[in-house]
């Protein structure tokens, strides 16, 4: 009996090369606040853009120095931000902490240090935002959505988004000098007439913000282009995650404030 | 689809947009208040005295001026400028010769005047012979009245003449005792113990002395044992001083230490006050000033004329409420409302009801050229205008400055007493000048910060 003939083997077709993307950087940095579906969409097929997280980076760190040094530069908000600082300091030597040498040493070293912190603090802040986030999605990416994502890419969309960051701290800064508040911000707690950042109310009013639920969602519409997964259920892990770690974050806080009085 | 996502950008970034340019204009518009840069103390409890700083000279107790009665040229002076003198003690001689011969001529004088009236006496002993013999022969007919009228009168002469020459030897004892006493007071000794502070003469030099006048200044003496400070007090301040308030007294001759005095004596009447028309035409621009004696309590080798600064402690209060006294200012009350309106109608009402039962008042009234309501408005305005200022301070209240009236007491050199509204503890702005006296008031935004000389320059 003649044997059939044999199959010929075929390759699989070979995946198409990564397309440059169709829009600019800038562009992208644009429209993630409009359509950022279609931006994910560019990102995902693209190639690995180094700028699609440290340009949102250089931006977020520009925008936090600017509005530092704007800020700092009214001598009412000085003033105010330098008592908050005297009391907290005054309260740790009243509890017997420190030493009122020690306190008031520390009161310089902690002028000195908002100083530094308003200038270059936004490009680290800028930094551990986006890898930090970048590193959350992929965790969710990876365990929850069971996607084999790229750090990298996961990144980008990460760094993408921290340009609704960029707009908060911009729009922090007008509501500071609109209110002449220096806890103003985008968030429920400018409904408290009498904001103090040592009140629990304040600090979960403060997390009620809209421009940061904005970046959840544009991270959320990233993660799930990249996995390819509906958005809704990404959301709820995204919005999860965040949860979880700013419930961390404060205790850590207000373990600390414990620890050191004031 | 493209278009759906078109209009979709436009539709985000317009919202952006709109809500960037809202808070832009937020910013930008909205009123801020300047923040004026303070300084701040706290209100703290202190003792206090008051002190009243006066300058002037130290001058003994006891001073006198030499100066003689008679005139001449000196030809003895016994003493020297620094020199230690007792009561007594001769000072100088002036040259006697003029009143030793006035006092002989007096002396001649006299005893020719002693002489004639012996011869008086003699001559009514003569004259009352005469009159009482012819007398006898008148009573017997035996002389004519005319004789006997001459021998009379004669006789009455003589008692004239007597009496005549008996004053005339009063007058030349007179003559005498004044012409002793201007020999004597040639002669002049020192009135009191004490040191030649000033010797304005020499030797030889001639000296113009009169008894109604004050002749030529020969010498000083002064009693340095016994020093006082007088001082020129203002006219505001001397209603502060009295009588054994204690003092502290610094001689410029000796920076280094602090004298204890007591005030001795205060001026009834101002300095230059008396003087004449033209004395005092110069001065009149010039403060008035009351002179005030501190006696020294404590000895040390002052000179007349050593330059003084007093400190003379007037009042005293203890434990008492105190702020700086840059602190403490005046600003205009606000004026009360103006109630032209109901009140002036009030107001008119009133005057025309209590017109009409006097009957006479409202014909009054009627001539009066002014209405009641604008008497009553230009009456309340000229009150307002009347307004006087009242002191305040204000008080830190955060990031704001509220201004509180107060009533103020004594000062010292740094603080003022206040008597009414401020409590202890209360944080009250000190400096700098220019806020406090100008640019603060009720409800401004402050922020504490160093001080800036160059912003709070006084202004004239």
Redesign the interface.
């Given at each position: 009996m003649d044997q059939p003939p044999p199959i010929p083997e075929t390759t699989p077709p070979a995946p198409p090369p990564p397309s440059v993307p169709a829009t600019s950087l800038a562009a992208r940095l644009l429209n993630v606040f409009a359509t950022p579906s279609d931006v994910f969409e560019e990102v995902k097929a693209a190639l690995p853009s180094v700028g699609n997280w440290l340009v949102p980076i250089v931006i977020f760190g520009l925008v936090t120095a600017v509005s530092s040094v704007l800020v700092l530069s009214q001598p009412a908000m000085a003033q105010k931000i330098h008592e908050k600082q005297e009391k907290v300091f005054d309260d740790q030597v009243k509890a017997g902490k420190v030493t009122q040498e020690r306190a008031d040493q520390m009161e310089k070293y902690a002028e000195l240090a908002a100083k530094i912190a308003g200038g270059v603090g936004g490009f680290f802040m800028g930094f551990i935002t986006v890898f930090g986030w970048g590193f959350l999605l992929w965790l969710i990416g990876r365990f929850a959505l069971k996607a084999d994502l790229r750090f990298m890419k996961v990144t980008e969309v990460a760094g993408l988004a921290t340009s609704i960051s960029a707009l908060e701290s911009l729009v922090r800064m007008l509501l500071i000098f609109g209110f002449n508040n220096p806890l103003a911000s985008p968030s429920m707690a400018m409904l408290l007439k009498n904001p103090d950042p040592k009140n629990g109310l304040f600090t979960l009013l403060s997390m009620v913000n809209i421009m940061t639920f904005w970046a959840l969602v544009v991270r959320s519409i990233g993660l799930g282009k990249l996995a390819g997964v509906p958005t809704g259920r990404v959301v709820v892990w995204v919005f999860g995650a965040w949860a979880v770690v700013i419930s961390i974050l404060t205790a850590s806080s207000m373990a600390l404030q414990g620890a050191f009085g004031g | 689809m493209a278009y759906s996502?078109k209009r979709?950008?436009i539709?985000?970034?317009s919202s952006?947009g709109a809500?960037?340019v809202v808070?832009?204009l937020?910013?930008i518009l909205?009123k801020?208040d300047p923040?004026i840069?303070v300084q701040a103390e706290k209100v703290t409890r202190r003792d206090l005295v008051e002190r009243v700083v006066a300058t002037g000279k130290i001058q003994p107790v006891t001073q006198v001026v030499i100066s003689p009665e008679v005139s001449g040229e000196i030809i003895d002076l016994a003493v020297k400028e620094g020199q230690r003198v007792w009561k007594g003690d001769l000072l100088l001689k002036i040259k006697p010769d003029f009143y030793l011969a006035a006092f002989n001529q007096a002396k001649a004088g006299y005893e020719s005047s002693v002489a004639s009236k012996e011869e008086a006496a003699a001559n009514l002993v003569k004259a009352n012979a005469d009159f009482k013999r012819n007398n006898e022969l008148f009573n017997h007919k035996l002389i004519s009245e005319a004789d006997f009228i001459g021998f009379k009168a004669a006789f009455e002469v003589a008692q004239a003449q007597l009496e005549s020459a008996t004053h005339q030897v009063d007058v030349a004892r007179a003559t005498v005792d004044s012409a002793q006493d201007s020999l004597d007071k040639t002669t002049i000794v020192s009135p009191l113990t004490g040191t030649i502070s000033k010797l304005n003469s020499q030797l030889g030099e001639r000296v113009l002395g009169t008894v109604q006048n004050v002749g030529t200044e020969i010498m000083t003496v002064a009693d340095l044992s016994e020093m006082e400070a007088r001082v020129d007090v203002g006219e505001v301040d001397v209603v502060l001083i009295a009588t054994n308030q204690i003092a502290r007294l610094e001689v410029d001759a000796f920076k280094d230490r602090k004298f204890a005095g007591m005030v001795t004596g205060v001026a009834k009447s101002a300095n230059g006050l008396g003087q004449t028309a033209l004395s005092t035409s110069s001065s009149s621009t010039d403060a008035t000033k009351f002179e005030v004696h501190i006696r020294i309590t404590e000895k040390e080798s002052f000179l007349p004329g050593m330059s003084v600064t007093a400190e003379i402690e007037t009042r005293y209060r203890t434990n008492v409420l105190t702020v700086p006294i840059a602190s403490l200012t005046t600003r205009m009350p606000k004026e009360p409302k103006k109630d032209g309106g109901k009140g002036a109608a009030a107001t008119n009402a009133t005057t025309k009801a209590k017109a009409k039962p006097a009957g006479t008042n409202s014909t009054v009234a009627k001539a009066d050229p002014l209405p009641a309501a604008d008497t009553n408005a230009w009456r309340s305005d000229k009150k307002s205008k009347e307004t006087k200022p009242i002191e305040v301070v204000f008080v830190v209240d955060g990031?704001h400055a509220r201004m509180l009236p107060v009533k103020s007491g004594i000062s010292d050199d740094d603080y003022y007493e206040i008597t009414e509204g401020l409590k202890d503890g209360q944080e009250v702005v000190s400096g700098g000048f220019k806020a406090i006296s100008r640019d603060l008031e009720d409800g401004k935004?402050i922020?504490?910060?160093p001080a800036n000389p160059a912003a709070d320059t006084k202004e004239p």
């Open positions: - | 996502k979709k950008r539709l985000v970034f952006i809500v960037l808070l832009t937020v910013a909205r801020k923040v840069t990031d935004k922020v504490k910060g």
